[in-house]
Every structure is written in C-alpha cells, then in structure tokens.
C-alpha cells in the first residue's frame, strides 16, 4: 500500500486549466482516468487526509504510486480525452458498464451494390443503417418478414446471391414476391437503392407519409379498375400496419428520444435505455456496473452517455435525451452530444406528461434488472467460490486458485500444430487474456512436446516481465526473448501475471511435460493438473493414481468448463490457419501481385484454368498487369501443378471450372470439399 504524499506533486507544478489526469500503479499500468474543469482543483482533493476520503477513493490512492495529466483546451476535449483513455486502458477504479447480453440490431448495408437487411451484432460497421437494439432476433425477422411485402429488399448471404446470379434462378422469395430478385435482374440497382432507401424511412420512424402514399395509390388503382393491384397494394398496407403494432405508441407526437434510468444501491448501478422514434419505442437495452469509484447518480449517467455514444454520430444520437439526473456541469456534455449529432441536443430531466411516465417506466425496468442481476451474481458467486475450493481440496492447494490457466494442444494429423490458453478468474472466463501459440520447436505430432514447448514459453515470458531490467537472457542460446509490449503506456504486458493453478488437457504424459518445464525455469511455486477425456481423472505430476471427483463435483464441472473453452479456442485458430492454406494458389508466389490484381485477372479470364492458358501479351490486356508481372505469372501458373477437374459427388459428373473465384485456385474448392 502506497502512501499518496510519496507521489504528490510539488505545489504549483500542476496546471490550473482543464485537463484529464491518469493514476498508475507500481507497475505503470493505468487504474484511473478522470477529467477536470481545473486539474489543480480536482488533484488537491485526493492529497488530503486520507481519513476524510470515501473508501473506495482511499482505496485507489493508496493503490496507485504515481499520477500525470494533460492539459486540454476546453472541458469537451476533456471529456472526449477521457472516453478514449478509459476504452484504451480499461483501468480497474473506473465505472464500466457491462451488457447484460449481446443485443441483436436490425441492419440494412447501404454501403453494399445491393442491399441487404440482416440481424446484426458486435461492433458497428461504416455504411450500415442500424435499427434497435432490439431484445429478441427473432422480433426482428418477424418485423422483416411482415415488412417484406411492401419493401422486397434482399435478405441473401453473399453467396446465395451469387448462385442465383449464376443460375439465374431467384430464391424462394423471389418466387413468392418478398424480394425483388436484383439477382436476376428483375429490377436495376437503382430501384433496389430505393426500396432500401424506403424501408430504411419507414424503420426510422416515418411511416405516416408512406401508409398515406400507399393509400393514395391503392385509391388510383381502383378508379382506373386495376383491381389486382389495388389489392396488392391492401395487403401491403395491412403488413404495414402489423408491423408498427408490434411496437407501441408511447409518445404521441412522434418524439425521436432516448430514456435512461437509475437503480443503484451502495455497491453496484443498473441502468436501462428505451429508443424512441417516432413516439414508438424501437429498442431496449441494459447494463449493470460495479461502483468502484465514489459516484453520484449525475456521474453514473455522465459515463452511461459516453459508452452509448462514444462511437455514434448523425441520426444515431437522437434530438432528445431524457435522464433521472443532470451531470456536473452539464455544459461540456450537452456540447459533446451536439457535436456527435451535428445538431442540437436536448439532455433534461422530464417533469411531466407521458415522458415522465415513460421515464417511470424505463426506471422500474431498471430496478428489477439490477434485482435479477444480484440474485443472479450471489448464486454464481456461492457456485463459483464452492467449486473452487473443491478444486484447492481435491489438488491440496493452500489457497483457493482464483486464477486458473489451462492449455490445448490441437492439429490435423501433425500439420498446422497449434496451443490454446485460456484464462479464468474467480471462476469467470477472461478472455482478454487468452492467447495462441504456433508450435515452432519441431514438426510433426507430438503433444506431449507441444505442451512442454507452450508452457516454456509462456512462463519465460512471466520470468523476464519479472525482471525489474524488463530482460530475460535465454541461458542456453544468451538470446534476449521477444518481450512484446511494454507497460510504459500503461496496458498490461501479456504474460505479466501468473496462475495459481496450470490445467492442461491430457493424462499423464502431459501433465509431466507441463511440470518438467515449469522445474527446468525454476518455477515451484504453480500447481500443475491435467483432465482427461475419457473418463474425466485429474491427473496431478508424480502420481501413478489419478484424482476422481464425484461427478456431482462443481470442481469437477469448473475444469471440464475450463477445458472445453481450451479445446474451443484452438480448435478455431487450428481452422483458421488450414483455412488460410487451403486458400492460398499458386498466384499468391507473384511478387507484387496484391488481391485486387488477382480479383481483376480472374474476372478478366474467368476462371484460373484460362489464365493459365493464356499468353504473356494477353495477360498483359489486364488493365494494371505489366510485361514483367505478366512473366512472373506466366512462370508461377507454369510451376504450379494444374488442378483437376471439379466432381459431383453426389451425381459423379465431371464440372467444367469456368464460374469466377476470388482467390487463388481451383485447388482452393477442392481443398474445402475434401
């Protein structure tokens, strides 16, 4: 524990202009950030007695060992500043919301030639019109499909496009009228925009003027007797109109608003987001956060504003903000809110009408999240504690492993070897800590050498991060390893903490080499285990009996959860890099010839089979390719052995290559079918 008056800066050397300060630990990484109107105001105020400090200030001074600032030009530089550093360092003593789930968006790609709406999760993409977050999936595709009637826009993969392009046979819903089929060119890509375009309207909230329209229409069609019309017309009306009642009316003049409330207690704050436009409620969302700084309900709204439009701009910040308290000062942020729209923002607290209701509302939606959010964490937290100390007693450990690293060697019949580790803490998976290996040290399979390689590596890493020099000198080769990124900028170093507890997935063999490499660095102070598959044995170094949990065991569930998140998370990189040596071609040895040359001399010849072909004078046609590219094509195709044909399985017939591919060979295809 640190004293603050070690670290406290001199008196008149800290500026008296807005700014953002940050405090580090012992160990340079950041574990505050916070802004001031005048810094030298806002640090005087942790350098005081530290009796008359709250608890969790006291907490994050005497944790820290250091403190540093930048000076900024206004308040909004500032609050910007410390948005980005809080995303940047996630430092410990800062309010975080967490998403109590990944919540779907219904997404229409304007940026695309075609578009397309999709269910879409995961961080936003430019181009792409969003619209929610809704609570379900399945809300949104029951929206899609009533609205597809009137807005026959494509809902296709990529893939599925192209085959019917191909083809030239539209999907089903190009046969029952719910897509306009730009696939076969039933319309131009300019009327697909518009229908895009519309639908887009109508989600954002203008439906009246599209409804009267459509009314309008359908009046025509029946004075001018084109009745089947007018009837299609009826039914896109009455589709319309489902689709708006699945969303209520809450506010009656059409208001576009977002409505965040408060339910906190001493420990920990939800907060709950209603999406109102055009006086619908479009979307809900709910985070939950631990108070690990001393907040006030202003504070909790001021961090709850920057996770919900720290990344947005135009539309997406609404001319609207209601909250249950006003940050201070509410300046700054009402600025940075306008500045993010382009427009003004009202942020206020309602005082009456049907937006206090709403707001009323919103607030009890709040309060039982953050009651379902603490029955939730007490059960898991009673769960999580016994399992661990089943684990402590069955391995006879000193001390509960509050952090667990388990590793997973994973190949395909010897080529592309590959490790796993994941990483728990407190019995919850950390995934910003997981990390992958390529086994460098030998080809071939061998798992048992796999494992001893991975868990050297790793724990020579942990030594040289101990290293007060920051080096670690390889005794065997007086090599300096690799140490990454250091901590001068206040992110954690990768390998800077170590386990209580080393899982690997194996029996004996395994659990030797994990413990033989720990005792050549030196390391006596990490307890080793292994799980086996085949009838779940923990398996400890240096006995000849394994350890059997009842199979009731939450120890037992705990490392099988372990283990299996190892397996997932090599398994997938294993994919990944046989992917990406199934789809290299013989294209890809021509130096200099990016992926958008290729793109272009494949849609050129149509197919690799013709490139290979072709003359040197012919491929040099290919706008962009000169002679000697040509030459080095030419010699690559030449080199490369021709691939065969392509085959049915299921009819065995023998399928000439002339459709288009977009990378490498046909060898690619052939490669993913086998």
Not at 150 to 158: L, N
């Amino acid at each position: 524990m640190a004293d603050p008056s070690s670290y406290r800066p001199k008196p008149g050397q800290i500026p008296d202009a807005p700014g953002v300060y940050k405090f580090r630990d012992e160990h340079r990484r950041v574990i505050y950030v916070g802004k001031a109107k005048s810094l030298r105001q806002r640090l005087a105020n942790y350098f005081q007695d530290l009796a008359g400090l709250h608890p969790r200030t006291r907490s994050m001074v005497t944790t820290a060992a250091s403190v540093e600032w930048t000076v900024v030009t206004n308040e909004v530089e500032a609050l910007q500043l410390e948005y980005s550093w809080i995303k940047e360092f996630d430092p410990r003593f800062n309010v975080k919301y967490r998403d109590d789930k990944s919540y779907p968006y219904l997404a229409v790609t304007m940026n695309e030639q075609f578009p397309r709406v999709q269910v879409m999760r995961g961080q936003k993409k430019k181009g792409v019109r969003y619209f929610g977050p809704y609570g379900h999936a399945w809300a949104i595709r029951d929206t899609v499909d009533l609205l597809l009637r009137a807005f026959p826009v494509r809902t296709c993969s990529a893939g599925v496009f192209k085959n019917a392009a191909r083809t030239g046979r539209p999907c089903l819903l190009g046969y029952i009228g719910k897509c306009s089929a730009p696939c076969v060119e039933r319309v131009t890509p300019e009327v697909h925009r518009e229908l895009a375009e519309d639908f887009c309207d109508f989600m954002a909230g203008r439906t009246g003027t599209y409804i009267r329209r459509l009314e309008r229409q359908m009046a025509d069609a029946a004075e001018e007797m084109e009745y089947e019309r007018a009837a299609r017309l009826r039914d896109d009306i009455e589709a319309l109109r489902k689709a708006m009642e699945k969303s209520a009316v809450v506010l009656a003049d059409a208001t576009d608003a977002d409505l965040i409330a408060l339910a906190e207690d001493e420990l920990e704050a939800a907060v709950q987001i209603f999406h109102v436009r055009g006086g619908r409620v479009r979307g809900q969302r709910g985070w939950v956060t631990d108070k690990v700084e001393a907040v006030t309900s202003g504070d909790l709204v001021e961090h709850a504003l920057q996770q919900l439009y720290g990344e947005e701009s135009g539309d997406a910040v609404p001319k609207e903000v209601l909250v249950p308290a006003l940050p201070d000062p509410i300046e700054p942020v009402q600025e940075w809110l306008t500045e993010r729209r382009g427009a003004n923002v009202s942020l206020r607290i309602p005082q009456r009408g049907d937006k206090k209701a709403l707001m009323e509302t919103v607030a009890r939606n709040a309060q039982q999240s953050l009651v379902l959010h603490k029955t939730k964490r007490a059960s898991d937290l009673t769960t999580r504690s016994r399992a661990l100390e089943e684990i402590a007693a069955a391995l006879e450990l000193d001390s509960a492993p509050l952090r667990v690293e388990c590793y997973d060697i994973s190949h395909l019949q010897g080529d592309d070897v590959v490790a796993s580790m994941v990483v728990f803490e407190d019995g919850l998976a950390r995934k910003s800590e997981y990390r992958r290996f390529q086994i460098k040290g030998f080809e071939g399979q061998d798992d048992v050498r796999s494992m001893h390689e991975v868990i050297t590596r790793r724990f020579k890493r942990y030594l040289a991060e101990k290293e007060k020099t920051g080096e670690w000198v390889d005794e065997e080769t007086g090599e300096i390893s690799d140490l990454g990124p250091t901590e001068e900028d206040g992110r954690p170093k990768r390998f800077a903490y170590p386990p209580q507890l080393v899982v690997v997935d194996g029996g004996q063999p395994q659990v030797a080499a994990a413990k033989r490499a720990l005792d050549e660095l030196g390391i006596d102070d990490i307890a080793v285990c292994g799980l086996a598959k085949r009838l779940e044995e923990v398996w400890v170094p240096d006995e000849d009996d394994p350890v059997i949990l009842p199979r009731t065991s939450e120890g037992l569930y705990l490392l099988q959860r372990v283990r299996d998140e190892a397996h997932r998370f090599a398994i997938t990189y294993q994919r990944n890099k046989r992917a990406k040596r199934f789809r290299a071609g013989p294209l890809d040895a021509v130096p200099g010839l990016g992926d958008a040359r290729k793109q272009t001399l494949i849609k050129h010849f149509g197919s690799v089979k013709r490139l290979r072909s072709a003359t040197i004078d012919q491929i040099c046609e290919v706008p962009g390719v000169g002679r000697k590219t040509a030459e080095a094509i030419v010699a690559a195709l030449a080199g490369a052995t021709p691939a065969g044909p392509a085959v049915n399985t299921a009819t065995g017939e023998i399928m000439e290559e002339e459709e288009p591919v977009t990378a490498g060979t046909s060898e690619e295809r052939r490669g993913q079918e086998t």
